[in-house]
C-alpha cells in the first residue's frame, strides 16, 4: 500500500499541549488561547485556516488532529496512517475515552460512540470527537461550504460528526490505536 499524503495538525489550547516527543511525521501546531467569549472560540475558523494554510498541494487526503490534551505513541501514529490509507475518504477516530472533567458527565464515555455518551466501544460510530481524528478532504470542503469558520468550540466537533453524517461519510474505529485523553 502507498501511504497516503495527510496534514498533521496538533491543537495546542494556550499553550498547554502535552510535548509530541519524537513521534514520526511533520506535525504543525495550531495555538488557540482565550479571546472574547471564552471559552467558546473559533475552533472551526481556526482549523479551517490551518487547513488553507498548510495545503502545499491537492495531493493531500485529508487533516489529521490531534489534541492538546491526548497523548499518542508512534504506535498509534503507525496504526492511524495505515487506517488512513486503506480508505481515504473515510472518517478515522482513533478510540479515546472522555473523562467527567472534561466532559461534565457522570461517567467517562468514548470519543466515538453511537448517539448519547455511552461505554459501548462501537465499530461504526455515528459520533466522534477530534481527539485524534482524520478528517478527509472531501468533508472539510463541505464543512467549509456548510459554515464551519464559524462554528465554535464546544460544538465544532458534533457540527463535522452531523455533516460527515449528510454526506454518508463513514466512519472507522482506529483499531491497534490507543490514545490518551489527560484531561481526567
Request: proline share 9%; glycine share 6%; charged share 20%.
Amino acid at each position: 500500500m502507498i501511504p497516503v499524503e495527510v496534514i498533521l495538525l496538533r491543537v495546542d489550547w494556550n499553550h498547554t499541549a502535552i510535548p509530541l516527543g519524537r513521534l514520526p511525521g511533520r506535525w504543525h501546531t495550531l495555538h488557540l488561547g482565550p479571546e472574547p467569549g471564552w471559552p467558546f472560540g473559533r475552533k472551526g475558523a481556526e482549523i479551517l485556516a490551518a487547513w488553507r494554510q498548510i495545503q502545499m498541494s491537492k495531493q493531500e487526503a485529508g487533516l489529521v488532529i490531534l489534541d492538546g490534551d491526548v497523548a499518542i505513541d508512534p504506535v498509534d501514529y503507525q496504526a492511524m496512517m495505515r487506517s488512513i490509507t486503506m480508505e481515504p475518504t473515510a472518517v478515522h477516530a482513533a478510540p479515546v475515552r472522555l473523562w467527567p472533567k472534561s466532559t461534565q458527565w457522570k461517567s467517562w464515555t468514548w470519543a466515538h460512540r453511537n448517539g448519547e455518551p455511552s461505554q459501548d466501544d462501537v465499530d461504526n460510530p455515528t459520533v466522534f470527537s477530534f481527539c485524534f481524528t482524520y478528517l478527509p478532504r472531501a468533508l472539510l470542503t463541505a464543512c467549509h461550504q456548510a459554515g464551519m469558520a464559524k462554528w465554535t468550540f464546544p460544538t465544532c466537533d458534533s457540527k463535522v460528526t452531523d455533516v460527515a453524517a449528510k454526506m454518508r461519510i463513514p466512519v472507522r474505529v482506529v483499531r491497534g490505536a490507543s490514545p490518551t485523553h489527560l484531561n481526567y
